[in-house]
């Protein structure tokens, strides 16, 4: 039994002295222990600790380089002091960590946030673009809207005399003469400059800005009956519309033909008649005594039944006298876009004046005459 005992004993020693003192395996990832000064970082500036994978033995002795747990708490406690925020200054919804004693731990912001309004833009008023039409013809104190051969047009109330035909050309009725158009302003405002009634009167240089190789003043001293003289029923009545459509040079209205004074009248009504443009009056190539071929004819027929709405009191005396206001017996003649002497006078080149005591009379001048009965010039604009 005692021997029995003894090899038990002996057998079981032998087993512990041959095993193996070593953990069976090292420990797994992330089990490892964090040192204080990562836990510091961490608290104090946010930088992430990777804990040791396993037990290891310190590579060097222990030395003052661990933070102490005075200056851990001392460091936390002071930042944790500037952190102020309550709930109600938290947005709605939103976590936040609160360090306040009373509140201490993860909260939810309760700030109610409300949305920004899209602000409202408001449009930038547009200008509504002005239309050249029977209405806005007769806005303008000085212009009058006619359909005359059923051709509607608006033409000019005011008058300027005495006006030549052509200034400079002489006696040339195939000559328009020489003459410039103004730049740099509308339909609106060259027609407002040519029916101008305040201060020295129509503003001829915002309409032509040089006739007959002489300057158009820009400082009032020419406009008007100042600048009546200086100016040409062509060269205002042209450019009105901002353009020189007429020709120009000797000869140039007979368009490369024999001149004759059937041959101008062809190419005086295709200018009279074009649309979107301004001429003088329109008249056919016969004597022009009839309503049906001449529109300053019709107009002046017509105007004796628009007393009231031209401003005249009683009679057919504005259009059909070519008055340059209502009853101020100043009996003129009137520039039209013909020529050639009534009659069918095909020996006679020069250009027609008609007006005077009735629509249909009609005379023959030179081109550069401003002398007798006035000479004086209305202005027809087509839309």
Known sequence: MVVLSVMIVSGLCGMVIAGSIDSPGAPSA??????????????????????????????????????????????????????????????????????????WGVQTG???????????????????????????????????????????ACWSKTLAEPVSWSKGAGDDSDNPGAYSCASGYTLQQRMEAAAKTTG??????????????????????EDGQSGASYISALAISDCVDGTRDLCTGDGCLCAGQTCSWSR??????????????????????????????????????????????LGCSSGNNYFYLNLRACGDSDQNMCWAAACGGPGGQEWNFRVRR??????????????????????????????
């Not at 032509?208 to 001293?221: E, I, R």
């Not at 008609?354 to 550069?368: E, F, I, K, M, N």
Request: glycine content about 8%.
């Open 200 to 221: 020295n009167g129509a503003e001829w240089w915002k309409i032509v800005s040089s006739v007959n190789g002489h300057t158009m003043a820009t400082n009032g001293t």
């Open 110 to 152: 309760t700030l109610l946030v409300l949305p920004t309004p899209t602000p409202t833009m408001t449009p930038t008023p547009t200008q509504t673009p002005w239309m050249f039409n029977e209405t806005s013809c007769n806005a303008f104190s000085g212009w009058h809207w006619y359909t005359t051969n059923g051709r509607s």
């Open 30 to 103: 992330g089990s490892g222990m964090y040192s204080l000064s990562q836990i510091y970082d961490y608290l104090n500036s946010g930088i992430e600790a990777t804990p040791v994978p396993g037990f290891q033995e310190p590579g060097t002795a222990p030395g003052p380089t661990m933070k102490t747990t005075k200056q851990i708490y001392d460091d936390i406690k002071a930042k944790y002091k500037e952190c102020d925020a309550a709930s109600d200054d938290v947005r709605q919804g939103k976590k936040f960590f609160s360090t306040m004693s009373e509140n």
């Open 264 to 309: 101008i009248n062809q190419t005086l009504r295709g200018w009279a008649g074009a649309t979107g443009k301004s001429a003088l009056p329109y008249l056919a190539t016969d004597a022009g005594t009839s309503q049906s071929d001449n529109d300053y004819w019709d107009a002046c027929v017509q105007s004796g039944t628009e007393d009231q709405t």
């Open 354 to 383: 008609l007006g005077d005591t009735s629509c249909s009379d009609q005379y023959q001048a030179v081109p550069s005459f401003m002398g007798d009965n006035n000479a004086t010039f209305r202005v027809v604009v087509r839309p």
